[in-house]
């Protein structure tokens, strides 16, 4: 089974992967991850990659894709793929169709988690962590149990990501719009895509997904 899991950032794609990966012994492949990992273990196409981002210029199709022919190429026949953060292009989609081909796979899935973009912005801007020991909250779904105590580690340190703002939640949407939007005719037309309620309940949501896969 070979699935791409769309949906904008903070939709819960991360989440869902891991929850693939452990009940259906799948394996994601994020584009991020792998491009770390390539750099850091110095491969082919991760020394090609960090030189394009020592320059300051973002990673080509041409060098993403590449990643992902090497990891495909690395696992086990049998074992499925989670495609996360990938295509993010007609061209890459072009090149994952060939990439399958090559090593005898097929895609079966294209799941997109949709959301409300102002509940999405809800859900971000409001979550912060411990400090101390990471322990993740959110102001209104899931604050500590005492006001300004970690409910883990008793820290009164908390942390937000400078990111989790409205105006980069809103931006990272219209981006995401439209890089998705130009890939998803293809794939309708294959009569692949499913939908998705990505606000419902990580449990109901992870529901839905293995209903798809059945």
Do not use: W
């Given at each position: 089974?070979?699935?791409?899991?769309?949906g904008?950032?903070?939709?819960?794609?991360?989440?869902?992967?891991a929850?693939?990966?452990?009940?259906?012994?799948?394996?994601?492949?994020?584009t991020?991850?792998?491009?770390?990992?390539?750099?850091?273990?110095?491969?082919?196409?991760?020394?090609?990659?960090?030189?394009?981002?020592?320059?300051?210029?973002?990673?080509?199709?041409e060098?993403?894709?590449?990643?992902?022919?090497?990891?495909?190429?690395?696992?086990?026949?049998?074992?499925?793929?989670i495609f996360?953060?990938y295509?993010?292009t007609?061209?890459?989609?072009?090149?994952?169709?060939?990439?399958?081909?090559?090593?005898?796979?097929?895609?079966?899935h294209?799941?997109?988690?949709?959301?409300n973009?102002d509940?999405?912005?809800e859900?971000?801007?409001g979550?912060?962590?411990c400090?101390?020991?990471?322990a993740?909250?959110?102001?209104?779904?899931?604050p500590?149990?005492?006001?300004?105590?970690?409910?883990?580690?008793?820290?009164?340190?908390?942390?937000?990501?400078p990111?989790?703002?409205?105006?980069?939640?809103?931006?990272?949407?219209?981006?995401?719009?439209?890089?998705?939007?130009?890939?998803?005719?293809?794939?309708?037309?294959?009569s692949i895509?499913?939908?998705?309620?990505?606000m419902?309940?990580?449990?109901?949501?992870?529901?839905?997904?293995?209903?798809?896969l059945?």
């Amino acid at each position: 089974m070979n699935i791409i899991l769309l949906g904008p950032p903070g939709a819960g794609k991360g989440t869902q992967s891991a929850g693939l990966v452990e009940r259906h012994g799948m394996l994601q492949l994020s584009t991020g991850d792998m491009l770390r990992a390539a750099v850091k273990a110095e491969t082919p196409v991760g020394v090609k990659a960090k030189a394009v981002m020592d320059r300051g210029e973002l990673v080509s199709d041409e060098i993403v894709s590449e990643l992902i022919d090497a990891n495909l190429a690395a696992m086990d026949a049998g074992t499925g793929a989670i495609f996360d953060g990938y295509p993010r292009t007609e061209a890459q989609a072009v090149d994952l169709d060939a990439i399958l081909a090559k090593h005898g796979r097929t895609l079966d899935h294209v799941i997109e988690l949709e959301v409300n973009e102002d509940a999405l912005v809800e859900r971000i801007t409001g979550r912060f962590s411990c400090a101390k020991c990471g322990a993740l909250y959110h102001d209104t779904a899931n604050p500590p149990a005492k006001e300004g105590v970690c409910d883990s580690c008793g820290s009164t340190e908390f942390k937000r990501r400078p990111d989790d703002n409205e105006e980069t939640v809103r931006t990272r949407m219209q981006e995401y719009r439209a890089k998705t939007a130009p890939i998803l005719p293809g794939y309708e037309a294959r009569s692949i895509v499913t939908r998705v309620d990505g606000m419902a309940g990580i449990e109901d949501v992870a529901a839905a997904i293995d209903g798809i896969l059945s």
